[in-house]
């Protein structure tokens, strides 16, 4: 895998270290896109503060999605790594995301007092989880069974059947 599948692929695996530079790298890329793009925005307004809201909104949101596809691209592989499978993980925690975004969110901005200490603590889960996947040991690696002693003219415990004929 290379280039952009380093970062947005969801084959193979990934261990801690790889996964932290990677995650760094698409977040200060991003952050640095975001600005550059948010510079062009104020150098080059559009026409009327409408359209400079409609374009800001755009940006912002082509971030969002660039984002968290890198950050479930990165984790589905990470996942893998930790031995476990991604499509029971991630969407439990892309439900953790959307249940804060569309309704403790919007409730916290109703009634801080009530629901401001909820919020706070769903966003603590959000981070504990990804500290989780950062932190979690890799499982440790079968070794691939030797085949120079069955390729020797010695009979193999098994049928080759890519070979056979």
């Not at 952050?31 to 559009?46: M, W």
């Not at 969407?91 to 403790?104: D, M, Q, R």
């Not at 969110?105 to 009530?114: D, F, S």
């Amino acid at each position: 895998m290379g280039g952009p599948g380093e970062f947005f692929g969801f084959d193979g695996c990934i261990n801690r270290l790889g996964y932290l530079w990677r995650a760094l790298v698409v977040g200060v890329a991003l952050a640095a896109l975001l600005k550059l793009a948010a510079l062009g925005l104020t150098t080059f307004r559009p026409e009327g503060i409408g359209d400079f809201q409609t374009w800001t909104h755009r940006v912002t949101m082509a971030g969002i999605l660039i984002g968290l596809w890198a950050g479930c691209a990165l984790t589905t592989r990470r996942l893998r790594d930790m031995g476990l499978e991604p499509a029971h993980v991630v969407p439990a925690y892309a439900a953790l995301w959307v249940i804060n975004t569309e309704l403790l969110r919007p409730m916290t901005q109703i009634a801080p007092q009530v629901y401001g200490p909820i919020e706070a603590t769903w966003l603590v889960l959000q981070v504990l989880v990804g500290l989780v996947v950062l932190a979690w040991p890799s499982r440790p690696r079968r070794r691939a069974p030797a085949t120079a002693f069955a390729t020797a003219g010695h009979p193999a415990a098994y049928l080759d059947w890519r070979h056979g004929g």
